[in-house]
């Protein structure tokens, strides 16, 4: 009984014309995310830099009595292929780390012509997933049981040998599926278009970021089918069952995953940046240079002061990213707010590759730092004195050198095993969202009359 069922649900669902809308929509503006994302791509790729230009020569190498004079030296993210999946902070949050070799001096978000021209469009899979297709599932399932209450054929089912359970599981999986369908057609679609572009060459490994990040849809729309279904055994006439699922839909989709932004504002003791410019300005006092003090003593201290000031810097960023997160955890009430920071923690965005980068900055400058310093020690005529904003006779050595792979910043992002770690949460989230909602359908469609009503 469950496949005949399941069999005439899947067929009304695929023949109607608001699963033809709801399939339409979705390939157009998947496709479109996949064209968007791909030129934003390609000339972020172009502009890449491969190295610190302003630090290393035509031939690859370091002048090392230059390097403590050096500022704004600049390190960009890597860009992401992945960003037509989910694009979050990819075109917003800060790409680049300004610094000198003693010290990060900030993060900044660079600024083009080409993403002003291009800024127009922010769609991405996670978007069309989260609202289209959420929507969609209400639309196939608002009239699965107040419609057939009101035709009394719900009725003449239960006058076979079946469960409630059965129907009630018969619908859900037949809408499911139809959504899947939908789903799994616009994605091969829309990576058919991106292997014919050629401009976003894929690993292995983004492509199981990919496969983690279906799944996850799956399980989000799957929540949104219960949602149609709950309303429907809720009320006992598609209209209303229609204005029931319209107002959870809202709620849940448009309204929650907003106040995320309002809510990190508010919640936290965060400092302002003039607090944190008051607290910088104090550094040179916790390290003050005395007429008493050596040669060594002097540039340890001033390096001191710029250490100093990058662990600020560090702790300033970092209570940001905090609140934000503090943000998002707030408003994880919402399955959609869950299934977005599920989707930018698989394929590797958000604030999660934000502070991938500011690690990987953090460990590219301090690596270059110690390579500069080895260096210095293998020339006899140096004496071996690093001091900050400093350029003179033999402190330190002036020899030009190749420093190998220390110059070269690797920003590698998180693989798709770190990806799903971090999402672990809140797919679990999701899955008990589903658990709770087909619980509650359950224990409402078990006690329901199934008499029908007509005029409703």
């Not at 929650?256 to 932004?261: A, D, S, Y």
């Not at 310093?373 to 402190?395: C, E, F, M, T």
Request: proline content about 3%.
């Amino acid at each position: 009984m469950l496949w005949t069922i399941f069999k005439r649900e899947l067929t009304d669902h695929i023949t109607s014309f608001r699963f033809s809308a709801i399939f339409l929509l979705a390939v157009l503006l998947m496709i479109t995310s996949i064209l968007v994302s791909s030129m934003r791509y390609t000339r972020a790729i172009k502009e890449y830099p491969n190295r610190i230009d302003q630090l290393v020569n035509e031939d690859g190498k370091v002048n090392l009595g230059a390097v403590a004079s050096m500022g704004d030296l600049t390190i960009r993210k890597f860009p992401s292929s992945l960003a037509f999946c989910s694009g979050t902070g990819e075109y917003e949050l800060p790409n680049q780390a300004v610094m000198a070799v003693h010290g990060l001096h900030a993060f900044r978000k660079t600024s083009d012509i080409g993403e002003i021209m291009s800024g127009s469009s922010n769609i991405d899979w996670a978007f069309v997933i989260s609202i289209l297709l959420s929507f969609g599932a209400g639309l196939l399932t608002y009239k699965s049981i107040s419609g057939e209450l009101r035709d009394g054929t719900l009725s003449l089912i239960f006058s076979n040998p079946v469960s409630r359970g059965t129907v009630l599981f018969g619908k859900y999986l037949a809408a499911l599926v139809a959504l899947i369908s939908a789903f799994s057609v616009a994605v091969l679609l829309s990576l058919i278009v991106l292997q014919y572009t050629g401009t976003a060459q894929l690993t292995g490994d983004d492509w199981l970021k990919i496969v983690f990040f279906a799944v996850a849809s799956v399980v989000y729309l799957s929540i949104f089918v219960q949602i149609g279904l709950l309303c429907s055994v809720f009320t006992r006439g598609p209209l209303l069952s229609a204005v029931a699922f319209v107002f959870v839909w809202s709620f849940l989709v448009l309204v929650v995953p907003n106040l995320g932004g309002i809510l990190a504002s508010q919640v936290g003791d965060i400092k302002t940046p003039l607090q944190i410019h008051e607290i910088a300005n104090v550094i040179p006092d916790q390290f003050s240079l005395t007429s008493g003090m050596s040669a060594d003593e002097l540039a340890a201290a001033k390096l001191q002061r710029e250490l100093a000031r990058e662990r600020l810097l560090l702790e300033y960023f970092q209570s940001l990213v905090h609140q934000v997160d503090l943000g998002h955890d707030l408003t994880r009430i919402s399955p959609t707010s869950t299934f977005l920071y599920a989707s930018e923690r698989i394929v590797g965005g958000g604030t999660f590759r934000l502070m991938n980068f500011v690690n990987n900055a953090v460990h590219f400058r301090e690596g270059l730092f110690l390579a500069i310093i080895d260096a210095d020690k293998l020339d006899p005529d140096s004496q071996h004195r690093y001091v900050p904003w400093w350029y003179g006779n033999n402190q330190f050595s002036r020899k030009v050198v190749d420093l190998g792979q220390a110059k070269e910043f690797h920003d590698a992002p998180p693989s798709s095993t770190e990806g799903l770690a971090a999402a672990s949460w809140d797919i679990a989230l999701l899955i008990l969202y589903n658990m709770c909602a087909f619980a509650i359908s359950f224990w409402r469609f078990a006690r329901q009359d199934v008499a029908p009503t007509p005029g409703v």
